[in-house]
């Protein structure tokens, strides 16, 4: 029984200074970052994510001391009540905060849960950004075989996640439909055993895609992701195939796939080219047209970026960032005008910013999501850390081979040198440039990314086209919420959970 | 609403807790008989006693009588009153309302500005807890909801947990919500005791006032109690016991109270159930209301951008005490009529209002503070 102090001499009631427990006028730091928004304000962002825009200087009067809360009590309130400052050394609800902190890093608990299946090289596509596709009928040499299949199965079902994902991915993934069909049935199967639930994801162009495919996915609840880059004019010229009717049968797969699917089914991705750069609004208004109430602009491309050349990397991140900020404009406006539209990128971020929740984002991780989130089967066998990188060894840089399916254990690949060597580079809180940033929280890290454009995996920020790009989206995310309180709370209908 | 009565006793000496009936077929062990005309047939069966609007106190009764009681009109057939030695008849459970509530004690460690019941600083809790083991067996096992509130009723100690477990065992199928301020959570080993009494019908309702401590402490008057409810709240979640966060609208939380809503979301998160609570003019309130009051229509548009947002992240959020014509029409769907039968009135310009069995309507006590906002909707 606790006991509770003696009975009250009197219950007269107090001031509000009374309660007032800071001593001597004294108070202490918590772990925070800052950042200048603008000429006139600031951003400081706490080590779980919270952020407060403050007027210019205040960073300066918090760690001077001469903040106060005579001169001001409303900042000095919400620095004590969002963690940035304490009256007592160790503040009194570190517990809480501790909690905070572990769900906002929980996203690692499970360890890998996307597995991507190159089931085939093949495609009947020519899209001038592909590295990677073969334009042939040889499916011995380059589709994944049945052992193959196996050994990425098994692997999947040893991950310690619960929920895993499987990915198929081409190449055109459709063209080998029957391996899908063998890997989804094993799947299943095994799945029971192992105790996992399995979602199971298609990306295809949709070109070759029949009533038949698509009731296969309907029965086994399997997500279509299709691609499309924009109006005909864009993604015919992205997304070249003979008879130049990419765009077409893309318009026509998609409405099948949502009429037998289920329209909350199907999703669609757009890969950013220098054609694709010059016509935003066209882009955002083209995947409202087909009925997307979301789209996803994407900043990671491969075309383009992943050069080593910091004068071309700054300026085409540039030109991306200019594009990306039209688009979200657009985006906007259909939002002020009552309609839902998200964007998807920004999603992830402000989920970072506005949510106490975790977001497990492979791009946008750190640890980063390459290895500890995904992980790519290749058609020959050969694991590869990301999409990225496969694209790396096409170019005959293999840093990013973690192993082969026949050669190597789980293990082996993992938790193997060369996965901790990659892990251990994709950590921002202890990477140069990123572990004083205020927008490390809602950043992450990218080794593959790093030794693309930069030679090494650590990579050096001040001409890195990931920190510009992310820093500025990040920065310009949050001004825009701080200059406008109906983009604040389109922001927040964006991360609301959706069921 | 009369809740309680007095005559004269004789033959009582502890308090005795019993049904009501007016038909002596119905007496047994537990149940008093209502006498209100001659004296009737004494039943040759076991009963706890009379009680009457005759004088009985010349009768040489061998049982509890209570004479001279003024009315029973408050009393319907199967309600549970508990009768003391001073005559006092107390009613304790009624039949036919939902809102049946347990005092467990009326001390409490803190003293808010805006208490609609004081504390009083005498040891009670005994008394109380006795009344309540004799009260729980015999409330009808379709109770839908029960009450528990204070005072403070963690102050109970381990009483209180006590009494938790008498009422799973006696009340399975009841929901129980205990208003408590959760400070005494705060101690790791409170909240694990009540842990292990697994009760999934228990749901907690704690208020929290503001997203700073300064601000939370003066309203409640309690040095140290924004820390300990938010460790305490942060322990019972740590134990998944259900939680209603409970915020009262006035002059001191209306300046924060968006900011109260985002620390919420992002604090505390795992709160099953989020309430906006319209000021009651009672208790300290009249005295203290120079610093409470503010004409509702007044933090409309704060109390509209918390329900909003705490109601778009997907939480569960209701409104009491408020009346449908101060509010705009998107905020009506969080609207409940949420004051107790016994303590609900419309003004008299309510009674023309089209709306009128929608509304949550006023405390008794409000006729007198009220918005100066409130009008008729008419067809």
Sequence with gaps: ?499 | MLLRTKGISRNVSEPLVGRVTRNTDKLDGNTFLISESELPEIPNKNFKGILTNNDFTEKDFAFPTVSKIPTFEHLTEGDIVAVGNDGNINTLYRVNSFHNTLLATERCNSNCLMCSQPPRDKNDIPRLYDIHQKLIPLIPKDCVELGISGGEPTLMGELFFQTLETLKENLPETEIHVLTNGRSFAWHNIAERLAQIDYKRLMLGIPVYADYYKVHDYIVQAKDAFNQTILGLHNLARYNQRIEIRIVLHKQSIPRLTKLARFIYKNLPFAEHVTFMGLEYIGYTPHNIEKLWIDPHDYVEELGEAVNFLAGQGMNVSIYNSQLCVLPENLWKYCRKSISDWKNEYLPECKSCTKLNDCGGLFTWNLKKHSQHIKPFVE
């Design chain 1, 1 to 499: 029984m606790i006991e509770t102090r003696p009975d009250r001499t009197t219950r007269k009631f107090k001031e509000i200074d009374f309660y007032d427990k800071q001593e001597t006028n004294q108070y202490f730091l918590l772990p925070f970052r800052f950042h200048r928004l603008n000429n006139q304000k600031e951003v400081l962002v706490n080590e779980v994510g919270d952020h407060l825009v403050v007027p210019d200087g205040t960073t300066h009067a918090i760690v001077t001391k001469t903040l106060s809360k005579e001169n001001n009590p409303d900042i000095y309130g919400d620095l004590i009540a969002n963690f940035f400052i304490s009256e007592e050394v160790i503040p009194p609800l570190i517990d809480v905060f501790a909690t905070r902190y572990r769900t906002k890093k929980s996203f690692l608990e499970g360890f890998t849960a996307l597995h991507l299946f190159v089931v085939s090289l093949r495609c009947e596509h020519t899209c001038h950004y592909c590295q990677v596709s073969r334009v042939t009928t040889d499916k011995g040499k380059f589709d994944m075989s049945r052992e193959h299949i196996n050994k990425g199965i098994d692997f999947m079902l040893k991950s310690p996640n619960p929920h895993v994902t499987m990915e198929f991915q081409g190449g055109e993934a459709l063209l080998a439909f029957e391996n899908i069909v063998y890997a989804v049935e094993r799947t299943k199967e095994l799945a029971l055993l192992h105790n996992k639930t399995v979602t199971y994801v298609i990306c295809t162009n949709l070109a070759v895609v029949t009533e038949e495919i698509l009731e296969y996915c309907k029965a086994n609840d399997i997500l279509i992701s299709t691609s499309l880059d924009g109006p005909n004019y864009i993604h015919n010229e992205n997304r070249r195939r003979p008879g130049k009717n990419s765009y077409e049968l893309t318009i026509q797969g998609l409405e099948l796939s949502r009429q037998i699917v289920g329209r909350d089914r199907v999703s669609a991705l757009m890969t950013t080219t220098t054609l694709s750069l010059e016509h935003p609004v066209e882009i955002v208004e083209e995947y409202y047209k087909q009925g997307f109430r979301n789209i996803f602009l994407r900043p990671i491309s491969p075309y383009g970026f992943a050069v080593r050349n910091e004068r071309k990397n700054k300026y085409e991140t540039d030109k991306f960032l200019t594009f990306y900020k039209k688009a979200l404009d657009r985006i906007l406006e259909y939002n002020f005008n009552g309609e839902y539209f998200s964007e998807d990128y920004a999603t992830i971020i402000l989920k970072k910013i506005l949510t106490p929740f975790p977001v497990g984002y492979v791009d946008l991780s750190s640890p980063t999501g390459s290895i500890t989130n995904a992980i790519v089967f290749n058609y020959d066998g050969v694991v590869y850390a990301s999409g990225e990188s496969r694209m790396l060894a096409e170019m005959k840089d293999y840093t990013f081979k973690l192993g082969h399916l026949d050669e190597n254990s789980y293990e082996e690949i993992f938790y193997g040198e060369k996965a901790q060597q990659i892990v251990e580079s994709g950590i921002n809180e202890s990477l140069v440039g990123c572990s004083d940033c205020a927008f490390q929280t809602y950043c992450g890290a990218d080794p593959i990314h790093n030794h693309a454009t930069q030679g090494d995996m650590l990579g050096y920020r001040p001409t890195s086209s990931f920190c510009h790009k992310n820093m500025e989206i990040i920065r310009y995310l949050i001004e825009l919420m701080d200059s406008d309180k109906r983009i604040k709370e389109i922001f927040e209908s964006w991360v609301k959970p959706r069921s």
